[in-house]
């Protein structure tokens, strides 16, 4: 007899925003299977027409309240790449301990509050603090401190920072309101040590893909805010060559775009291509841990991004310690920028991977056209077939207990649909 | 005696950044504190426990931009005794309210290629123009210990003390030398609710608005002194107050006198 099972989550929980899952069974078999996302539409490439170049920052800041760092910093990018602007060494240096900053806070977020308690068959933080309330105590202290470098250096908040500004920073932090951060940073070095080794003793559903990893490449750093981008493919390019390789098409479950690349398919960003395209760019410490974790140079199996995304918190922190102790206050905080018509592009690593920014800008600044294409929108595909197999390989779960491994395989990706657009609901159906 | 009996909070999204209800996970050091005190039964951020109960407290962040939305704060404020908006989309309808002054079908036609997929409404408002709600919290993003305030202060059953004068007297209060007087920097302080904490002024910067108009703003004779002092011309005026709070009346209606 024919058996029909239909699985049905309203509202996918502890992602960033509102996303579904539709998901049709028969005999076994996937009839259906999407990932939709319909968090209501916002529109911000259309009202950033007519407005002037320095505003892009602080209004794309407000597509994601858990990055904006990576919105202000594309876009400062590109209208740097648009008015030719080089900043020097101590504004570089100060955007990468800010950019540090927003790793530590969000996937410190992400890996104790949002995806481990999926590992613990827990519902959220607040009962994992009943279990083990140290841990979660530190893991708090962890985050907080990525917020205390976002306020220090971004002008006294952390959810859109105000001092960031296209030609560097409005006022530059002195050395004290750096220097505050060292010691802190020291025991974040620590206890993000220690995260990678809780994690990675977590139990791992088994999938495996051969991916399209892309990413960011540096000449010397682990990628954040700049560098060229690469894939595991063989591909190499300038960011301004972007949309030569991907593009997004528009299907009608979801408000966010699916991108894809031209001549490959669905390609996968985040700290799982990262790591993989720039394991020789960690420092020795993260190498280290990483290999103790038991990770090799490449990732194949999404569910080990937890463990990823700990040891770039790792990095971050060791990078953020470093800038920390090294900073000198600029001579000055900016370049005055002139306008001038042109066309600028920016692309770097958000925590949940790359963020391109392109703008089109009059003689006077303003602008004509942005476009803006969001990490979780390029990942859409690639956790739908994520998903494919996880479900195959789940077939023998009961619906609960299929609905969470999906929500779980989901959540290897951090979604952030504020930014893709943002709703997940997930529907399982079986027949 | 029986142990009091925690009041019920659910966190609700509508569109939005998800900044908002971030600022209630970014209290670190309270978090477990106000899990001790508050039942957090609803907060689909942050956990996948579901909930379909009544609540003492309803946290709303974002604003409503869909018919769906506008069903679904209808709901909550059914199901909630109290109904807190918090943020700058949830009391002024936000940066997506600039959609409120343009043709949405142009928005949609520049951003989409299908358009016929999107169900949207022309405009972005606050939750106070569907339902009665209890408290509005400012800010984009509001001030984690305001936002801590009116939580203490709906828990032990007062109103919040949340100022809604100015922020130049952020400025006067920290010692912050006035950025438009001394630097001729166009800022928004005169006319905007204090509360962030006097962010931009103390980093050089003329404040941009984020936490909307304060009570009874003279929006007016700020903008004819940008444009006498500053030279400021008419677009850049109406730019400064078409921003994160647009729609706030004040604000909408000075940056139209300027088209």
């Known amino acids: 007899m024919a058996r029909t099972r239909t699985i049905k989550v309203d509202a996918l929980a502890r992602v960033e925003g509102e996303g579904s899952l539709r998901l049709r069974l028969k005999d076994g078999v996937i009839q259906q299977l999407e990932f939709g996302i319909f968090e209501p539409p916002r529109f911000f490439e259309a009202f950033l027409v007519g407005r002037d170049y320095s505003e892009a920052p602080d209004i794309t800041a407000r597509i994601c309240g858990i990055c904006p760092i990576a919105y202000q910093m594309g876009a400062i990018n590109a209208m740097e790449d648009a008015l ?69 250096v971004g002008g006294g908040r952390a959810i859109h920072p105000i001092n960031l500004r296209v030609g560097g920073f409005y006022r530059a932090p002195t050395k004290q309101e750096i220097g505050a951060l060292v010691e802190p940073l020291k025991w974040a070095v620590e206890t993000s040590l220690e995260t990678v080794r809780v994690v990675s003793a977590f139990e791992f559903p088994e999938v495996e893909q051969d991916y399209t990893f892309m990413a960011l490449r540096h000449e010397d750093e682990y990628p954040i805010h700049e560098g060229r981008l690469i894939t595991n493919r063989g591909d190499d390019f300038p960011v301004r060559d972007f949309e030569d390789h991907v593009d997004e098409e528009h299907v009608a479950r979801s408000n966010a775009l699916h991108g894809f690349m031209k001549a490959r398919g669905a390609h996968h960003v985040g700290p799982m291509a990262r790591y993989s395209l720039n394991h020789d760019r960690l420092g020795a410490t993260a190498r280290q841990a990483a290999a103790e974790a038991g990770l090799g140079p490449v990732i194949t199996n999404p569910f080990h991004s937890i463990i990823v995304r700990s040891v770039e918190i790792l990095q971050a922190c060791e990078d953020a310690l470093r800038l920390a102790e090294n900073y000198e206050m600029p001579d000055r905080p900016f370049i005055e920028p002139e306008p001038r018509a042109a066309v600028g592009y920016g692309c770097t690593e958000a925590p949940r991977g790359i963020c391109y920014h392109r703008y089109e800008l009059a003689e006077d600044g303003a602008i004509k056209s942005a476009r803006i294409i969001p990490p979780t929108a390029q990942n859409q595909k690639i956790i739908e077939s994520d998903l494919w197999q996880v479900v195959e390989r789940n077939l023998h779960l009961p619906d609960e207990d299929l609905k969470w491994r999906c929500e779980q395989a989901i959540r290897n990706y951090d979604p952030c649909i504020s930014c893709a657009t943002h709703f997940l609901k997930l529907e399982v159906e079986r027949e | 005696m029986a142990a009091r009996k925690k009041p019920r909070l659910g966190v609700w999204k509508f569109s939005s950044c998800d900044g908002c209800q971030l600022t209630l996970l970014d209290c670190e050091t309270e978090l477990l504190a106000i899990a001790d005190e508050i039942e957090i039964a609803y907060f689909l951020e942050a956990t996948r426990r579901e909930d379909k109960g009544r609540y003492d407290i309803a946290l709303v962040e974002g604003s409503v931009t869909t018919p769906e939305e506008a069903r679904k704060i209808r709901d909550v404020r059914r199901r909630s005794n109290l109904v807190l908006s918090v943020g700058a989309c949830a009391t002024t309808g936000g940066i997506q309210a600039l959609r409120n002054f343009r043709d949405v079908k142009g928005f949609i036609d520049l951003v989409y290629a299908h358009p016929e997929y999107i169900d949207t409404l022309a405009t972005s408002t606050a939750f106070a123009d569907h339902i009665h709600v209890d408290f509005e919290l400012r800010g984009c993003p509001p001030n984690k210990n305001q936002l801590l305030e009116v939580l203490s202060a709906y828990v032990a059953g007062r109103r919040p003390v949340v100022p809604t004068h100015s922020e130049c007297m952020e400025c006067k209060a920290r010692g912050t030398v006035c950025v438009m007087v001394a630097q001729g920097t166009a800022c928004m302080g005169p006319v905007t609710q204090a509360g962030c904490g006097n962010l931009c002024p103390s980093y050089d910067r003329g404040c941009y608005g984020c936490f909307g108009q304060k009570e009874t703003p003279n929006t007016g004779s700020l903008a004819a002194w940008w444009r006498e002092q500053l030279r400021m011309d008419g677009r850049d005026v109406r730019r400064r107050f078409s921003t994160y709070n647009a729609n706030a009346p004040a604000f909408r209606e000075e940056s139209e006198r300027h088209g």
């Not at chain 1, 979660?136 to 202290?141: I, Q, T, Y």
């Open chain 1, 84 to 152: 030719d602007i080089q900043v020097p060494r101590p504004i570089r240096d100060l955007r990468r301990l800010i950019y540090c900053g927003e790793w530590i806070e969000s996937h410190g977020l992400h890996v104790y509050m949002l995806h481990a308690p999926d590992f613990l068959g827990l519902a959220d933080a607040i009962e994992l603090a009943k279990v083990n309330r140290p841990l979660v105590e530190k893991a708090l202290r962890l985050k907080q401190i990525g917020n205390e470098i976002l306020a220090a």
